[in-house]
């Protein structure tokens, strides 16, 4: 079964400090997606990056960047210049043609001191 | 704006009763899926449409468990006869084929 693990259940980080966030999968498809979701105290599931595992070149957004390395599986998260906003649940995700279905991690609680 | 919407946002019913949840996807978006989320842990898929066709549904998605998505618009999601453990985080995401899935809100349900 495909399995996503996030082996950080919280991080705390400083405001305006950078935090890294890490993740694994065991997808072995050839083709597939990678995403970082936020999910704040009003639980809307949002967007931060997203990764096709066919490009060498880790995503970038704004102050979200990835650490995408294929072979050992790891996708990590760097948030940098980290704002009060920031502070959420982040769930790792994976999804691929076969599945047609997100596999989510059991995500991280990041919080952000001032 | 143009989101996923979901409605209601909360519903608490007893337990034995019949809930029903709707969901309206990003209006181009050909896929809706359905994931559930309790406390604490990451959402886990239940089923998705694309079009009107129902192609995959969870082992999850008891035999309580009914969604619909008729003329491949809005969905809903029907539980009967709700058990405590029904109690969850109801999600619905949209997406155009194989792209990217955006969420809606949620419905929080709560069974007594």
């Known amino acids: 079964a495909q399995t996503v693990t996030q082996s950080q259940p919280e991080m705390s980080v400083q405001e305006a400090e950078t935090v890294t966030l890490s993740c694994t999968y065991d997808?072995?498809?050839?083709?597939?997606?990678l995403f970082w979701y936020k999910q704040p105290p009003s639980r809307q599931m949002i967007l931060v990056i997203r990764?096709?595992?066919?490009?060498?070149q880790n995503a970038t957004e704004n102050r979200f960047s990835v650490n995408f390395q294929k072979a050992a599986k790891s996708f990590s998260l760097k948030i940098s210049d980290s704002q009060l906003g920031d502070a959420a649940m982040y769930f790792c995700?994976?999804?691929?043609?076969?599945?047609?279905?997100?596999?989510f991690g059991q995500g991280t609680r990041l919080t952000i001191n001032p | 704006d143009t989101g996923v919407s979901q409605d209601p946002r909360h519903k608490i019913t007893k337990r034995g009763q019949n809930v029903t949840f709707r969901c309206d996807p990003i209006?181009?978006?050909?896929?809706l899926y359905w994931y559930r989320q309790t406390l604490g842990q990451g959402p886990e898929f239940l089923t998705y449409?694309?079009?009107?066709?129902?192609?995959?549904k969870s082992r999850l998605l008891s035999d309580r468990f009914s969604a619909e998505r008729p003329k491949g618009s809005f969905s809903t999601l029907e539980i009967q006869r709700t058990e405590q453990g029904d109690s969850a985080m109801y999600l619905c995401?949209?997406?155009?084929?194989?792209?990217?899935?955006?969420f809606g809100p949620g419905t929080r349900l709560t069974v007594l």
């Open positions: 995401a949209s997406s155009w084929i194989t792209d990217t899935q955006y």
């Open positions: 997808t072995s498809e050839s083709d597939y997606y």
């Open positions: 990764q096709e595992a066919y490009k060498q």
């Open positions: 995700a994976d999804y691929w043609g076969g599945a047609q279905k997100l596999v």
């Open positions: 209006s181009e978006h050909n896929r």
């Open positions: 449409f694309q079009n009107e066709a129902q192609l995959e």
